[in-house]
């Protein structure tokens, strides 16, 4: 049983962490995208050697890593629990002002520094769940870093139970925290050697009881659309304008399927998500994604063909079509670690918790990591509204997650 007289320490560090200024940046080419990240993954390894964490130190490239030392006879696996310090580039994450709203009584919450900012109960259904809670929410002014602030915290406040309460047994759990989720490239440096886990769970996913053990396939497709340009006082049957060849090919892509805004739960899409150029060359950047690897094959050879037969309509225009893998479905490997899910879900039913297992309409560290040999399922952190000024966490939930990964370990460690 979890100690009732515990007192937890998830908030303190979130409202902590959060004043911390961590936001990647998808154009940079640095490893991580942004030093401001090695701030708070000092701090981190700091507050872990703090706790009686010898090892834990930040490596060059801003992973923070630590081990927990198994205080058990049993022979258990070693597990790790991983968040990422990095905050969304789509918002920024300077100068976070949190508010907690105690003992929420239902309705919209409208947000104190920009009451244009209201987080709906349309929009947000989980709010139904939350009658009674301390809802932590942004100012308005920035987003809040719950996404992945709050699974930070909340690992660091369970590292803090089992060293506080040594009667509760585990297997030697590993601590890492990592940079440049946010912008797909958390996994790039990682030293999966060094870690030394076996297995692994990302706290990462939003509502309570949320287990997500599949993801997203994913692809990018970079698309160059090549005219000729000229100056436009001469360029009659002369200039071959990338520019409207590309509007031409845009239009083409169906409008009532095969994107984001026309697709749901298992259904995959074609997305184009950036675009520039001029006259010469237009570059379109696609995400292509879908439960089932081999469609994204079927996706891109659609695209292609689309592709040409709209360049093949303006005699001189040329097409570039590259397709760059990006990461797999983490179900593929996590079903033949079937222990992985069955524990947490285990876990959950000690703590009362329905589970949730919808597919991740996209992907986590998890995916990748799975692939590189350490299988990676996704937990609930509490985070509500990523990426957004209308972010918010419930209190309760982060305690709850705290409990969660405890219990986890110790599930692991009965197993052994």
């Not at 981190?44 to 923070?64: P, R, S, T």
């Not at 947000?111 to 709906?120: E, G, V």
């Amino acid at each position: 049983m979890f100690d009732d007289n515990y007192q937890f320490t998830c908030v303190e560090k979130f409202l902590k962490y959060v004043k911390y200024d961590t936001q990647s940046d998808e154009e940079s080419e640095t490893f991580p995208s942004t030093e401001k990240q090695k701030i708070l993954s000092a701090v981190l390894a700091n507050e872990l050697k703090e706790i009686g964490l010898e090892d834990a130190h930040m490596d060059e490239w801003g992973y923070v890593m630590a081990t927990l030392p198994s205080n058990t006879d049993k022979n258990v696996d070693t597990i790790a629990f991983i968040a990422h310090v990095d905050t969304s580039p789509a918002v920024t994450g300077k100068d976070v002002n949190p508010v907690i709203n105690k003992n929420y009584q239902g309705g919209d919450i409208v947000l104190k520094n920009d009451t244009s900012k209201i987080i709906k109960v349309h929009e947000n259904p989980q709010l139904k769940d939350m009658i009674g809670y301390d809802i932590i929410t942004t100012d308005g002014t920035t987003l809040l870093g719950a996404d992945n602030k709050a699974g930070v915290a909340e690992i660091m406040d369970a590292v803090n139970y089992w060293v506080t309460h040594p009667d509760v047994k585990h297997g030697t759990i590993k601590i890492c925290f990592t940079p440049d989720e946010e912008v797909g490239r958390g996994t790039e440096k990682i030293d999966l050697e060094k870690l030394g886990a076996k297995y692994a769970y990302t706290v990462d996913g939003s509502t309570r009881g949320e287990l997500e053990t599949e993801t997203f396939s994913a692809d990018a497709v970079i698309v160059k659309i090549i005219g000729k340009n000229i100056h436009p006082g001469f360029a009659k049957d002369k200039m071959v304008n990338a520019i409207k060849i590309s509007a031409d090919f845009l239009e083409s892509l169906p409008q009532d399927r095969l994107s984001p805004e026309t697709t749901e739960k298992r259904e995959g899409f074609v997305h184009p998500w950036i675009i520039n150029g001029n006259e010469e060359l237009t570059t379109i950047k696609f995400i292509i994604r879908d439960f089932i690897t081999d469609k994204l094959a079927e996706y891109e050879a659609f695209l292609k063909d689309l592709a040409e037969k709209t360049v093949a309509k303006y005699p001189g225009a040329k097409l570039e079509f590259e397709v760059i893998e990006q990461y797999r479905n983490m179900k593929e490997v996590l079903i033949k670690h079937p222990q992985i899910e069955q524990y947490a879900l285990e876990a959950l039913k000690r703590l009362d918790i329905k589970p949730i297992m919808n597919p991740i309409r996209g992907g986590t560290d998890g995916s990748r990591l799975s692939f590189m040999g350490l299988p990676t399922p996704n937990i609930f952190a509490g985070e509500h509204s990523f990426h957004s000024q209308l972010e918010w966490v419930a209190v309760q939930d982060m305690e709850m997650a705290v409990k969660f990964i405890v219990e986890i370990a110790k599930v692991w460690e009965e197993n052994a």
